[in-house]
T-cell receptor, first 116, second 112 residues
């Protein structure tokens, strides 16, 4: 079985500060990992993904994440927060690595607040 | 590529009524997923289609829920005899290869 844990349901940073959103996963097969962002009353937008290859992946809007197998982590970072980054962020793992349907298992989400 | 569309965007119904939602995936995406998201939670998987075949259903999908994808194009999700616990955002996603899922804006259901 696969699962995702996001540490911290709310994170608050000042504009221009480092953003760090934590995600740990559990998977019995090589994981496919994703970060999605959700703005109020909207669907989910893919920020970045890790499937195979380079463990540091870069996404849209200046975000990046590093896959660390030894720590079973996939933390999301951004060097400098912008007001427009305020949103809900979801980490997810896919069961595609086990040859299944590719459904996503999501964490509980982290609300990012950016203070001026 | 016009994105995944879902209709209606909002639905308010009374307990016991039936509701149906529609999802139009990105053209030529053969994989389609339905998820349910309740307030303050991450989305939870409901069901998966590859073309017109429904290949996986979650235990969350009780016998009051049914989904179809005729001809492998659009999909519908029907909830019969709605309950207040069915109030949620219902999200549809499509994918060409399961590597990346593209989500629609969702249908917010409120059951009174």
């Amino acid at each position: 079985a696969q699962s995702v844990t996001q540490l911290g349901s709310h994170v608050s940073v000042s504009e221009g500060a480092l953003v760090l959103l934590r995600c740990n996963y559990s998977s019995s097969v090589p994981p496919y990992l994703f970060w999605y962002v959700q703005y109020p009353n909207q669907g989910l937008q893919l920020l970045l993904k890790y499937t195979t290859g380079a463990t540091l992946v870069k996404g849209i809007n200046g975000f990046e994440a590093e896959f660390k197998k030894s720590e079973t982590s996939f933390h999301l970072t951004k060097p400098s927060a912008h007001m427009s980054d305020a949103a809900e962020y979801f980490c997810a793992v896919s069961d595609l690595g086990s040859g299944n349907t590719g459904k996503l298992i999501f964490g509980q989400g982290t609300t990012l607040q950016v203070k001026p | 590529d016009t994105g995944v569309s879902q209709n209606p965007r909002h639905k308010i119904t009374k307990r016991g009524q039936n509701v149906t939602f529609r999802c139009d995936p990105i053209s030529e995406h053969n994989r389609l997923y339905w998820y349910r998201q309740t307030l303050g939670q991450g989305p939870e998987f409901l069901t998966y289609f590859q073309n017109e075949a429904q290949l996986e259903k979650s235990r969350l999908l009780s016998d009051r829920f049914s989904a179809e994808r005729p001809k492998g194009s659009f999909s519908t999700l029907e909830i019969q005899r709605t309950e207040q616990g069915d109030s949620a955002m219902y999200l549809c996603a499509s994918s060409p290869d399961a590597d990346t899922q593209y989500f629609g804006p969702g249908t917010r259901l409120t059951v009174l």
